[in-house]
């Protein structure tokens, strides 16, 4: 079997050059060095030529770090920065990965951190059949009329389950107002509609090149950029598309809304656990108390059906216990109601469980994430 990893080292420093080499020997036959320079510019010929998997590129300033793994990423998307760094300061690290490196390695590179990095880039997930995960846990986060926090639970969720290199996907099926390229701050060339439109051809690698793995973790595949597009998407499509996914990831979150039927419904059947996002306010809470009988009526049973209450205020008017007795279920989760970390981590692109991990609001999510496990 050919190798199923190529890779490239740009690195000023030639015995680091050489460690890195010596260090990946072991693993020739799934691991091949399509070449190692020294420069940038010898760097981009190379990616050029030999399109590799992964890139290693040594970053001794800041900004010319980021242009230079904005370049990489924007020309060739279908290849993965690791960044390699003697600096430990943390904004580095999210400068870097906000440009787009999947992977920050501090110097001297161990062999550890190394293997590790190349385990998280991913691209092993797709290279043998026997990494398949027979049976991913779908996760999907809902409710009907949106704005209760349905993406920011979906990319919360993701983010904290694909942290010590889960295989996690996040998939925006919230299919006329999707959102997660905006929460995530990413512009794929690809969506669910290239997905859709090549439905037949929908196999590991092809996969593979569709979604991009956001600097947070999941590998994202995002909503379609025409509205014309997300109208042609057909349930038994949605259903091809997540039976799939739930074959090659461990877990798979789903931020979705809209009536109770079609696309929907195919994405409920497929769930094991759907989180129903709401509020402790009343109109939010006549319209749960309808949405929930009627899914209850569809055949969607209580224990898959999770009633998760954002932005929860703990004096407000409507107490947990009344929403409870009045939705007949058990709330399974509340979200703090946190708006300054909240919105800033929806502006800088990157979930608050990784911008902000010790905000209350990042503890709840993470322990939801732990619930749902
Ligand atoms: N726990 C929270 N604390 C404070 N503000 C929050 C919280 N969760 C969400 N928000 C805010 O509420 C708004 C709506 O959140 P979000 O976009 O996640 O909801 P949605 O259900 O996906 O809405 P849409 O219908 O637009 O898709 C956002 O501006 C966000 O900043
Ligand atoms: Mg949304």
Redesign the pocket.
Known sequence: MPPSITLAIIDSDASARESIEATLRPFAETISIAGSVDTFADGVRLIENSAPNVVILEVNDIQRGMQEVQHITSRFPRTSVIVSSAERNSDWILSLMRAGAVEYMLRPITQEELKQALQKVGRFFFSSSSDKTPNGKLISVY?PT????????AVNLAASLASEGTKVALVDL?LY?G?ISTFLDVNPTYTLSSVTSNIDRLDANFLMTVMTRHSSGPFVLTEPNEVDDAISITPDQVRRILEFLKGVFTYVVV?C?GPLAGCNMAIFESSDVVLF?TALSLPALKNSKRYLTAMERKGLRKDRLKLVV??YLPKADIQVKDAEKVLGHTVFQT?????LD??AS?NKGMPVVKMSPRSP?SKALLTLAELVK
């Open positions: 409710y949106g704005g209760t926090g349905t993406t920011t639970v919230n107002s959102d931020d809304g996002t954002n932005r979200i703090p109601n946190e708006y909240v919105v929806i609001v």
